[in-house]
């Protein structure tokens, strides 16, 4: 079985789906992480920056959660890849 972003993505649309529509608390944050361990396989870590950060800092702030969580969700998951 391939394993790619793709894939990853469709799993967890799917959980989104069967716990009642759009993105959940308990859903993005895996998502974002499942994102920066395949992108830091592929990329080092300065580059992976420029990318995510601009696409999960506003989604972030529509969550209500705080800045802090996401730098560290970051920092793990660029330090495990």
């Known amino acids: ?6 894939s990853i ?10 716990l009642g529509g759009g993105p959940s608390v308990f859903t993005t944050p895996l ?3 499942s994102d920066l361990f395949v992108l830091g396989i592929l990329l080092d870590w300065i580059p992976i920056l420029y ?5 999960f800092i506003p989604i972030v702030e529509q969550m209500g ?3 802090l969580r996401l730098a560290l969700l970051v920092v793990v998951c660029l ?3």
């Open 51 to 55: 990318i995510t950060l601009p696409v």
């Open 79 to 81: 330090q495990t890849s």
């Open 31 to 33: 998502r974002a992480q």
């Open 9 to 18: 993505s469709d799993i967890f649309f799917k959980i989104d789906v069967s």
């Open 1 to 6: 079985m391939r394993l790619d972003l793709c």
């Open 65 to 67: 959660w705080d800045p």
